[in-house]
């Protein structure tokens, strides 16, 4: 099983980033995807999450600038990042599965948002 993030980078406050994790070795079109992060001496956070049917969920702190989604033709989740904050650097994974403590964790992808 392999989830390969990409898209990270250096942006600057109100900027935008998208993410894209490709996914192989799962049933992809049958597995809610999400994207966490983790910030620098902080816990990790589920960000957003997506169901095979499309049904999405956020937490707070992103709702109204970022969005998830899908393409199960291409076993890809994406993750569109917009009006971007400092306070959302971090290392952002993605992940099968609705919970923070469940599912397979793919490798980080590096954002940096500067003030």
């Known amino acids: 099983v392999q989830l390969q993030a990409s898209g990270g980078g250096l942006v600057q406050a109100g900027g935008s980033l998208r993410l894209s994790c490709s996914a192989s070795?799962?049933?992809?079109?049958?597995?809610?995807m999400g994207w966490a992060r983790q910030a620098p001496g902080k816990q990790r956070e589920l960000v957003a999450t997506?169901?095979?049917?499309?049904?999405?969920n956020y937490a707070d702190s992103v709702k109204g600038r970022f969005t998830i989604s899908r393409d199960n033709a291409k076993d890809t989740v994406y993750l569109q990042m917009d009006s971007l904050k400092p306070e959302d650097t971090a290392v952002y994974y993605c992940?099968?599965?609705?919970?923070?403590?469940?599912?397979?964790w793919g490798q980080g992808t590096l954002v940096t948002v500067s003030s």
């Open positions: 070795g799962v049933i992809f079109n049958l597995n809610t």
């Open positions: 992940k099968t599965g609705a919970t923070i403590g469940r599912g397979l």
């Open positions: 997506i169901t095979p049917g499309s049904t999405t």
